[in-house]
């Protein structure tokens, strides 16, 4: 079993930043590909960033490529995203995930671990 608890969800401004963390325990976190989803109001859960077991791989979203980096600390056993000039329309609850996998996984039906979610709202 892998636990992950995320973090770092707020309420800010268009164009502002953010920085999630999700942090893991229970088995070996370097084995797993991290991803982060996101799910809007009345909307499906939707694919945001993934990263390789050991970061050296990453895939994004066209929504937000440029806008957000995924970077992973296997010592602290955390996975980050960073979003920069956050937009209304990237308000939703995040969510981290893994998947036993060296590679990047953007499918969601793949992962096998999920966290609870942290709410990002984005003003205009």
């Known amino acids: 079993q892998v636990q992950l608890v995320e973090s770092g969800g707020g309420l800010v401004q268009a164009g502002g930043s953010l920085r999630l963390s999700c942090a893991a325990s229970?088995?070996?976190?370097?084995?797993?590909?991290m991803g982060w989803f996101r799910q809007a109001p009345w909307k499906e859960r939707e694919f945001v960033a993934t990263?390789?077991?050991?970061?050296?791989?990453?895939y994004y979203a066209d929504s937000v490529k440029g806008r957000f980096t995924i970077s992973r600390d296997n010592a602290k056993n955390t996975v980050y995203l960073q979003m920069n000039s956050l937009k209304p329309e990237d308000t939703a609850v995040y969510y981290c995930a893994a998947v036993f996998s060296r590679t990047v996984v953007a499918e969601g039906g793949e992962y096998d671990y999920w966290g609870q979610g942290t709410q990002v709202t984005v003003s205009s």
């Open positions: 229970g088995r070996t976190f370097s084995n797993y590909a």
């Open positions: 990263i390789s077991w050991s970061g050296g791989s990453t």
